[in-house]
């Protein structure tokens, strides 16, 4: 007897049992294929978005942003909207990685922001495919 997880079984239920084994061959490669595709995005979207926010968290901590400090978790009493000038090495080495982090953090939301952006296009997809399966017009007549 043939033992599918439940996922898998639900995908090919409407199979014929002789087509089975290629539909569950073809259902297995674009579920890996769309898991490495999802992963590079991801990481795409770290490597390029990091750095422009880590920039823009500089610029808005030179301003004397006290928001941006608080992001970042810095005391904000020093922070009170005039810009800071010079800073030194041994401050700069202590903030980098505070900001780092939260440049990364913000990375991770832009990640998650597109990741659910297309999760709501497949679902908006799916249901256009399942409208144009039954036979019902895919925009309702009013």
């Keep these: 007897m043939l033992c599918l997880l439940p996922t898998t079984a ?63 978790g810095l005391p904000t009493e020093h922070f009170t909207g005039v810009p800071i000038g010079e800073v030194d090495e041994a401050t700069r080495a202590l903030v980098a990685p505070l900001v780092e982090r939260a440049g990364l953090v913000a990375a991770f939301d832009d990640a998650w922001l597109i990741i659910g952006g297309l999760v709501i296009l497949s679902i908006l997809m799916l249901l256009l495919c399942a409208r144009l399966r039954t036979g019902a017009p895919a925009v309702p007549i009013a």
Aim: glycine share 10%.
């Design 10 to 72: 639900l995908a090919l239920s409407g199979f014929d049992p002789l087509h089975v084994p290629n539909a569950s061959g073809l259902f297995n490669l674009m579920r890996n294929l769309g898991g490495a595709i999802g992963l590079a995005l991801i990481d795409t979207v770290l490597e390029q978005r990091a750095p422009t926010h880590v920039e823009a968290i500089v610029a808005r901590l030179q301003a004397g942003d006290a928001s941006a400090a608080r992001l970042v």
